[in-house]
Nanobody, 124 residues
Framework: QVQLTESGGGLVQAGGSLRLSCSAS????????VGWFRQAPGKEREFVAF????????SYADPVKGRFTISRDNAKNTVYLQMNSLKLKDAAIYFC?????????????????WGQGTQVTVSS
């Protein structure tokens, strides 16, 4: 199994940038698909981005397309989410999740492991 820990959240002004990290322990997740999801107060958890085991196949939710970039560094056992041009609506707790079959998915039900989340706050 794999344990996931998110980091890099914090306070940023609208239009600014943050880079989130999802670090794995217990087992390498170089062969796992990894997704980022977010959940704002009073909202359901929603898909943000995913990357498959190859690091080549990536997908983004429409609200973040063109602004966010997902990547992975297998040597560091880490997946990143670079967030640029942040908007007030991006404020949420961000979670990473891993899928053992190596595929990516936008469906929260198709992931096997989840981190505890990191808070992103965007100020006007």
């Amino acid at each position: 199994q794999v344990q996931l820990t998110e980091s890099g959240g914090g306070l940023v002004q609208a239009g600014g940038s943050l880079r989130l990290s999802c670090s794995a322990s217990g087992r390498t997740f170089s062969s796992y698909g990894v997704g980022w999801f977010r959940q704002a107060p009073g909202k359901e958890r929603e898909f943000v981005a995913f990357i498959d085991l190859s690091g080549i196949i990536r997908s983004y939710a429409d609200p973040v397309k063109g602004r966010f970039t997902i990547s992975r560094d297998n040597a560091k056992n880490t997946v990143y989410l670079q967030m640029n041009s942040l908007k007030l609506k991006d404020a949420a707790i961000y979670f990473c999740a891993a899928r053992a079959d190596g595929l990516g998915s936008s469906n929260v039900l198709q992931y096997d492991y989840w981190g505890q989340g990191t808070q992103v706050t965007v100020s006007s």
